[in-house]
Structure formats: C-alpha cells, structure tokens
C-alpha cells in the first residue's frame, strides 16, 4: 500500500531594515538513507540572487551552502518535495550474532570507526541517577532497546520548546520534561553510557490520519500533519543505523524522513547562519501534507467522491426500480478474518477451529444489539459438507418487523461461552413448568437415555492408549468423545423429550406417549443435541389420519397481524393458572414432533421443534421465557429455525473456510442496504475481526464475500 503525499515547507525571516546576511548552511534535503522514496525534491529561496554549493558533510548529509551578494529585508526558504509512504516493520532487520544479546561490544575495527558517536559530553548527577535505573540484565539487544526507550518515554513528559538550542540532559532529567530534541540528546547519551554508539536525527515527521481508529491504545493524530523532528539512531552490527523515537517510545517508522544525522545536535540544525547587520526580525513558519495518491485498500477502496458517485447511483437505481413496479431486496455475505491471528488453519482454509465460533457470537451479540430490540438468539446447524464429521454451526438473529420483541429479557438468553452450573435436574424442573405453560399434562414427559452397550462395545474396539499415537485422527477424535461421555453415569437420564405439535384444528398444543421396544427412551449414539438423536423410527407405524398433514403457509397469502408480546404471555400465564388435562384428540394422529432439552457445558439447551407457522413458533417461544423468567434459569435456543415469515427479520453467523460469514438481512431500499453494510464492518472490526488477508509476498487482499 503506497500513500504518495506532499510536503510543502515554508521559513521566512522579515527584518526591519535592509540587512546583509552571512553565508547560510540549509539541511533541508531528506539525508541518502532515509527509506521513503523521494522522487521530487525542490528548494526555493528569497532573495533570488545567490550562490548556492550543494555539498555532503563528513557524514554524508546533504546541505546547501548559500552566499547573498546583496543586502535583503526577506529571508525565506521554501521546500516541497514529494514522499511515498510505505508501511514497513521496524523490527525487519539482522543482527550479527555477537549482537542479538546485549551487552555487546563492537569489533576493534568497527570501535574506531564510530569514536565520534561514542563519545560521551555528559556525566551529570541526575544523569548518572538516571542510569541506575537502567536494567542491567543479559537480555535480547531488542528488548533492551525497546524497554531503555519506553523507559525514557514514560519518564519525561514531551512538550513543545521553542526556546533555541537543546537542553542538557542535566536540565531535561530535572525538569522531567523536554521537547523532541532534549529527549533525544538524553536518549543518545545514555545508550552511549552502556556503550552503544548513537547519533542525533533531525528531520520531517509526517503522520496520516489512519482510515479506522486503533483497538489498542491511542488512535494517532485526528488529521494528516508534518512537523520537523528530532529522534536517536543507535548502531547495530548487521542492522546498521535503527531509529529510536523517545517521544512515543517507539522505534522509527515509514513517516520519520532524516534529513541530517550527526554526532552531535549542533550540527544537525536545519538552517544555521548569521546575519552580519543588527536588526528586528519576524519568524513566520508554515507546514503541510496533502495526500495526492492513494492505492486502493480493504480499509478505503474508494475515495470521498466516488463514495458520492456509487451513493448517487444507487439512488437513481432505486428510483427506477420503484417506477417500474419493482420491489426487490438485496442481502450480501461479507466475511471476515481474526485480526490477532491469521496464521491458524481455521483463518485459512479449515471451517472450524477453536476460536472460530466464540468471535463470531461476540460478532452476533454485537449485530443484535445494533439491528434490533427484543431479538431471539437461536444456536443452530448450518450446511453439512462432504469430508466434515458434523453440520457447521450456524448463529441466528431473529426479530419481528413491527417492534414488537419476540424474547423480552435478554438476561434470559444465556451465552454459550459462560458456564451457568445447570444439571440435570434443571433441566426435569424446567419441562415440567414449560409443559404446564402450553397446557400439556407431564405425564408425556420422557427421560431420555444413551446407548451404555454401545459406548461400552466401542471402548472395547478402539486401540490401546500406547497404540494411539499409532492410530488415524479419527481414532484419536473417537477416544476423546467416548472418554467425555463414559465419564457420566450411563444409566441416568441426560436429557428430556416431550413430544410436541400444534393441532390447529382445536387451536391447542396436544402432546402423545410414545412407546418404544425397550423400556427408556435410547438416544441413537453420538454426541450430537438430543433433538438430533431422538430414535424416530423406533416409534410405531400409525396409519396417518387426515389432520396429521398439516397444510403449509403461502407466502402470497396476505399476513395477518401479529400477537403482542404481552398478549402472548397473558395467554401463557392463563395456561399455568389452570391443571393441565389431556388435550384427548385422537383424530390428530401420533405426535412425531418433539422438544427436548439437556444440560451441556453447564447450561440449558433447549432444541425447538419444527413448526410450520410463525404464530404457533411465538407461542411456543413466550412459554419458555415466562418459564425461564420464573425459573431464573437462562436458556440457549437451538435446534428449528423460526418459519420464513415476511413478517420476521433474520441474520446469520455462520463458519466457511477460513473465514467467519455473516448473511446479512435483506434490504429493501440502497440507504438500508449502506447503512446494514457500515454496521456490520463497524462491529466487525470492534470483535477484532477484518475483511483483509495477506498474500504470501505481502500483498493485502479481500477475504471474499
């Protein structure tokens, strides 16, 4: 990514009177090792008529000498140049390895080279204090650098001095203050005290407004500006020259251009001279950076106008559609990475992973929170792959269209990453409360059980733990599972069945018994929610009665109103004050539908039925709360979705390869569709997920979506 800015810098001198200036030494042209392109460079100068002499110091700075033949009221320099500005990392450097662990010592040859920058100027009380401070442990030279900087950093406050010259380190250490330059003199005395060779850098800092504010600590500056700077460079051997910024205790980056690098402060002034008449004078003193190129990037991929041109057109496309008679919806499904690790499988090409679905219920709480009111979480199952042991989980946000919550208390909706110390029991208290909710006797409730000859006829068949090593990863993965289940009593119950349906023809939830060969309910073995497990085949061939086929909404049929949430709970309330009795409709035929629930990691997980009509699904949903409320028992929801209802929106989370997918909800005009878009990518971000990915040779691109 290439920022292409300009930097226009502008010094003028104004004198009372006619004066004659003396021969005037500029270091105003970015030094030979500075890492930012600099493909222009100019520098102007009033009075026009000099003699100017561009030569190298005797440390390979560049600097302008000028001659004024002729005296001058005006003395002005002008530079504008042109910047490329490329992120890089600071720390992309080689160490020799008599140098990756401090202290070091420099080579002879390499000591006599760099005597200047050795040279200790100060040996103060407070300095020598100061350098007690220090650590003086064996420790990476890296490490030592970061922490002697961030040292300095936190110790002395930065501010602004416009006082001329630099402060010693005895003044700067006293105060506990200075401006850019004071602290980088101290910092170059101090690494030269534990024998580092060091020199002060003076030059352009241009920092740029980032596109998005920074999750860890301080944004940056609130818009795009250049200053004049001064830093440290200290020596490495194999690294060469590596720039220190005591002012943020960080190491120099892609913004800091030196212009000129010397052993000392005094000659690395930017315009040093003298004026051979006395006068008054006036300082005016002017910076800027305008951006002139971006490249395009996942964090802006369009500038400020053609954001306008797509917003105008999107407009006009939803203007035309409208005279045409057309109501159209659009969706999208962005994806997005973890910010902190992009290395793991499951950032790049595996659809599962240890962290993959605890961000994106962080990303579901977050949407829920900024898409609708009174939303019901529901934890469900997604697409099943060839190749994939399970269907991927899929999170799902649902909320009706006309205000009105369809799950009130959010505290009742427990989150799937918090152990709630459910057990078993909680589970049996909360079925037989629920069952009264809907007016169904609890006598239709069945404990449901595991396959213990199972579970113990495939222990017998896995190979031994020394052999295991040995053994294929689903082997290894089979083990695990069995271990987790035989750990649990077999015999008792681990979850609960109420077979449920609505029978519309007398308006009511009618439940039946269900008989099985064997005495318990046994669940088909695995490790799946019981709902999935439930042995529907085993239940008894019944001649299916007319009213058993249950007709389907149509979704051109005209909608009726909805229930309130109030009206809803009314209703349960009704039921509970009432002794449930036998709903007795035979002509409904065998139930084949059931809820269960069961306690797992902790916590009630309640898999829904699946249920044809939207009002019949609201019932349902407002007798768990009002039992989950009476209870004082959070739920987690899973199982059936909510029927497709025009009247209800949606959103998912789901997992994809490498990726986290969210399907957003359809929108109906392009403002919604903007405004659903910039949400998303806003939460995204704030549960440290991107839209970015980076190719092998650095390239940043999309993740797709």
Known sequence: MTVRVALHHLTKYSYDKMVRLGPQIIRLRPAPHTRAAVPSYSLKVVPEKYYINWQQDPFGNYLARLVFPKKTKTFQIEVNLISEINVFDPFDFFLEESATEFPFKYEPWLAEELIPYLEIKEKGTLLRKFMKTLPRKKQSTNDFLVEINQHLNQTLKYIIRLDPGVQSCEETLSLKSGS?????????????????????????????????????????????????????????????????????????????????????????????????????????????????????????????????????????????????????????????????????????????????????????????????????????????????????????????????????????????????????????????????????????????????????????KLPLEKEILKADLYEKTERLRLQKLLEKNLNDPVGFVLPLHFFSVENCWISNTWRFRTENLILTPGDSPVGLRLPLKNLPFDQERAHELESQPSHFQEANWLPSWSALHQTINQRLKIKPEHPGHPSAGLVRTAISMEVRNGTLHIFLPPISYLEHFLDLIAAIETVASKLKTPVVLEGYEPPHDMRVQRFKVTPDPGVIEVNVQPAESWQELVKINQTVFEEARQARLTSEKFLMDGRRVGTGG
């Open 180 to 460: 850019c330059r004071d602290m980088a003199w101290l910092l170059c005395q101090v690494l030269r005290h534990r024998g580092l060779a060091t020199r002060f850098a003076s030059g352009y800092l241009i920092q740029l407004k980032p596109d998005q504010e920074a999750l860890d600590g301080p944004s940056g500056t609130a818009v795009d500006f250049t200053d004049l700077h001064a830093w440290t460079e200290v020596y490495l051997p194999g690294a060469g020259w590596i720039g220190l910024d005591p002012t943020s205790g960080l190491l120099t980056g892609e913004g800091h251009i030196p212009l000129c690098c010397t052993p000392n402060p005094s000659s690395a002034a930017p315009i040093s001279g003298a004026l051979l008449d006395s006068c008054e004078s006036k300082l005016h003193h002017v910076m800027t950076v305008e951006r002139i190129h971006e490249d395009r990037r996942v964090s802006k991929p369009f500038s400020k106008n053609e954001w306008a041109e797509i917003d105008s057109l999107g407009e006009r496309v939803d203007r035309d559609l409208k005279q045409m008679g057309f109501n159209l919806t659009m969706g999208g499904e962005p994806t997005f990475v973890s910010i902190d690790d992009r290395e793991s499988e499951e950032w790049n090409t595996a659809a599962f992973g240890l962290k993959k679905k605890g961000l994106a219920n962080d990303l579901l709480l977050r949407l829920k929170r900024r898409f609708s009111s009174g939303a019901l979480l529901h934890y469900g199952q997604g697409k099943w792959y060839p190749g994939e042991p399970l269907p991927r989980w899929a999170l799902g946000c649902h909320w009706r269209k006309d205000g009105e919550p369809i799950w009130k208390n959010e505290k009742l909706l427990a989150d799937i990453e918090k152990n709630q110390d459910h057990d078993i029991n909680t589970a049996k208290q909360f079925m037989e409360e629920f069952s009264k909710a809907l007016g169904i006797p609890s006598r239709f409730i069945i404990p449901a059980h595991e396959d213990s000859p199972y579970y113990l006829w495939q222990e017998q």
